[in-house]
């Protein structure tokens, strides 16, 4: 086969000449089909994925839920351990006959604050 008959000549531009072949304008096309491909796989897919999470609505939901607990617990555990937070015990609380109870919380390089919580 003759250079003449693979190569097509496509453009031509100032100090250059483009040319393709058969190969490269198939190759082009394929390219181009795949993509619609891909897009179409990716429809399917994710509409299998949907159809299986509404389909498992209630086990995931109950997943989410112990995450979410799991989730604050962490992030309150964390705090507790940063700001040195401790259980207060029977010389730290106290109840009164009153409505109110007083309860003193220690943070730390701060002074004694006194928080009025209601027992009703």
Same mark, same amino acid.
Not at 29 to 55: N, Q
């Given at each position: 086969?003759?250079?003449?008959?693979?190569?097509?000549?496509?453009?031509?531009?100032?100090?250059?000449?483009?040319?393709?072949?058969?190969?490269?304008?198939?190759?082009?096309?394929?390219?181009? %089909?795949? @993509?619609?491909? !891909?897009?179409?796989?990716?429809? +399917?897919? *994710? $509409?299998?994925?949907? /159809? #299986? &999470?509404?389909?498992? %609505?209630? @086990?995931?939901? !109950?997943?989410?839920?112990?995450? +979410?607990? *799991? $989730?604050?617990?962490? /992030? #309150? &555990?964390?705090?507790?351990?940063? @700001?040195?937070?401790?259980?207060?015990?029977?010389?730290?609380?106290?109840?009164?006959?009153?409505?109110? &109870?007083?309860?003193?919380?220690?943070?730390?390089?701060?002074?004694?604050?006194?928080?009025?919580?209601?027992?009703?």
């Amino acid at each position: 086969m003759a250079m003449k008959d693979l190569f097509r000549h496509r453009q031509t531009m100032a100090g250059a000449v483009r040319f393709s072949t058969d190969e490269l304008s198939d190759l082009a096309s394929r390219i181009a %089909e795949s @993509a619609g491909a !891909a897009l179409d796989l990716e429809r +399917a897919l *994710f $509409d299998e994925m949907t /159809a #299986l &999470a509404l389909e498992h %609505e209630a @086990a995931l939901g !109950a997943i989410a839920d112990a995450l +979410a607990v *799991f $989730d604050v617990s962490v /992030a #309150l &555990a964390e705090l507790a351990v940063a @700001a040195r937070y401790v259980r207060p015990s029977s010389t730290t609380a106290w109840v009164s006959r009153s409505p109110k &109870a007083v309860i003193p919380w220690w943070k730390p390089r701060s002074r004694l604050r006194m928080h009025a919580v209601s027992c009703q």
